[in-house]
């Protein structure tokens, strides 16, 4: 019989779940908040097709929903391990453990935070340009950070916003020649170096300025948004196996999101595929949850 596990309920669990739910597998799906992930937290997305815009929580409960009613079990737990056993894997809870021929993993990643965000993320604190920079068109915003994201992330809002203020605490950009020179071939982009953010300043519950400390003193710049880009990482640490990874530690997959261990699978940005995003993922989890489930049934 088609049997898998699912870990982590955000898009691409979720989608996942749908593909091998209509295909005739059991599924049981370990998500430890609700469902959704972060989809279900972004105010509007823009960029889904067949939406002009949409609310990230709709997107996401109805996405649940349409699992919900193919048949899709969920535990509400966090795994806190997954290991190797004669017939497939056990997925370990602080609940107990659970057997299963073949696990997609979708666990997605945890951005590194600076630690003042407070309540701002989605009013004014974004970790993804590509996605919120559209919010901010024509207003200040800043960057932190000063690696290739932080690069690419400014190089984007520079097309959108009015400024862009890229603040690191480094003494110079360290991105490809290249694509430093694109970012500054822009005359609206100001970096602000060797400077940290010590502090987000609201106004009516919306980002109105940073605080910058640099050379021993505080000063406050207004911007509209804060893009945080000092890097994410994926979320694998539960893992207790020998599985092929990336040189960042996001774990490889071929074209079907098959890993390097036979019947593990994982579909999002807990992958190491290029564009991570809502529907790259739910495409991932399309191919993750197929050929698990089709895996799961060859397994004695
Ligand atoms: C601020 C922001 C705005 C964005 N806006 C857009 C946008 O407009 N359009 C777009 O296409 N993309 C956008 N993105 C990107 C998009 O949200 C992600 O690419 C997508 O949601 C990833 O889905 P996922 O299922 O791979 O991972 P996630 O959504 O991160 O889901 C992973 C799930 O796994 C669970 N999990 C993790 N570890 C465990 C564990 N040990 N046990 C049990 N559960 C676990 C987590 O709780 C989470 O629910 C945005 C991202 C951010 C941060």
Same mark, same amino acid.
């Given at each position: 019989?088609?049997?898998?596990?699912?870990? *982590?309920? %955000? /898009?691409?669990?979720?989608?996942?779940?749908?593909? @091998?739910?209509?295909? !005739?597998?059991? &599924?049981?799906?370990?998500?430890?908040?609700?469902?959704?992930?972060?989809?279900?937290?972004?105010?509007?997305?823009?960029?889904?097709?067949s939406y002009?815009?949409?609310?990230?929580?709709?997107?996401?409960?109805?996405?649940s929903?349409?699992?919900?009613?193919?048949?899709?079990?969920?535990?509400?737990q966090?795994?806190?391990s997954?290991?190797?056993?004669?017939?497939?894997?056990?997925?370990?809870t602080a609940?107990?453990?659970?057997?299963?021929?073949?696990?997609?993993?979708?666990?997605?990643?945890s951005?590194?935070k600076?630690?003042?965000?407070?309540?701002?993320? *989605?009013? %004014? /604190?974004?970790?993804?340009?590509?996605c919120?920079? @559209?919010?901010?068109? !024509?207003?200040? &915003?800043?960057?932190v950070g000063g690696?290739?994201?932080?690069?690419?992330?400014?190089?984007?809002?520079?097309?959108?916003?009015?400024?862009?203020?890229?603040?690191?605490?480094?003494?110079?950009?360290?991105?490809?020649?290249?694509a430093?020179?694109?970012?500054?071939?822009?005359?609206?982009?100001?970096?602000?170096?060797?400077?940290?953010?010590?502090g987000?300043?609201g106004?009516?519950?919306?980002?109105?300025?940073?605080?910058?400390?640099?050379?021993g003193?505080?000063?406050?710049?207004n911007?509209?948004?804060?893009?945080?880009?000092?890097?994410?990482?994926?979320?694998?640490?539960?893992?207790?196996?020998d599985?092929?990874?990336?040189?960042?530690g996001?774990?490889?997959?071929d074209?079907?999101?098959?890993?390097?261990?036979?019947?593990?699978?994982?579909?999002?940005?807990?992958?190491?595929g290029?564009?991570?995003?809502?529907?790259?993922?739910c495409?991932?989890?399309?191919?993750?949850?197929?050929?698990?489930?089709a895996?799961?049934?060859?397994?004695?």
């Amino acid at each position: 019989m088609k049997k898998i596990a699912i870990i *982590g309920g %955000g /898009v691409a669990g979720l989608s996942a779940a749908i593909y @091998a739910l209509r295909s !005739g597998a059991e &599924v049981t799906l370990f998500e430890q908040f609700g469902l959704g992930g972060l989809a279900a937290t972004i105010d509007k997305i823009e960029n889904y097709p067949s939406y002009s815009a949409v609310e990230g929580w709709k997107l996401a409960s109805d996405m649940s929903a349409q699992a919900k009613a193919l048949g899709l079990k969920t535990v509400r737990q966090k795994v806190l391990s997954l290991v190797k056993s004669d017939g497939g894997f056990d997925v370990v809870t602080a609940n107990g453990q659970y057997a299963f021929p073949a696990v997609v993993v979708a666990t997605g990643t945890s951005h590194n935070k600076l630690g003042i965000e407070g309540d701002y993320v *989605g009013h %004014g /604190v974004s970790y993804c340009a590509t996605c919120d920079g @559209a919010f901010f068109r !024509g207003r200040p &915003v800043a960057v932190v950070g000063g690696g290739k994201t932080a690069v690419s992330e400014a190089t984007y809002l520079a097309d959108i916003c009015s400024d862009v203020y890229v603040v690191t605490s480094r003494s110079e950009l360290d991105a490809e020649q290249k694509a430093t020179e694109n970012l500054f071939a822009h005359g609206n982009v100001h970096p602000l170096y060797n400077t940290s953010v010590s502090g987000i300043v609201g106004q009516d519950g919306e980002v109105a300025a940073i605080e910058l400390f640099a050379d021993g003193k505080v000063d406050r710049l207004n911007v509209s948004a804060v893009f945080i880009a000092t890097g994410a990482v994926p979320v694998t640490d539960f893992i207790r196996l020998d599985v092929e990874k990336s040189s960042r530690g996001y774990i490889v997959v071929d074209g079907r999101c098959e890993t390097s261990v036979k019947g593990l699978f994982a579909a999002g940005d807990v992958t190491d595929g290029s564009l991570k995003q809502i529907v790259t993922a739910c495409a991932d989890g399309a191919k993750a949850g197929s050929f698990a489930a089709a895996y799961s049934a060859t397994v004695k």
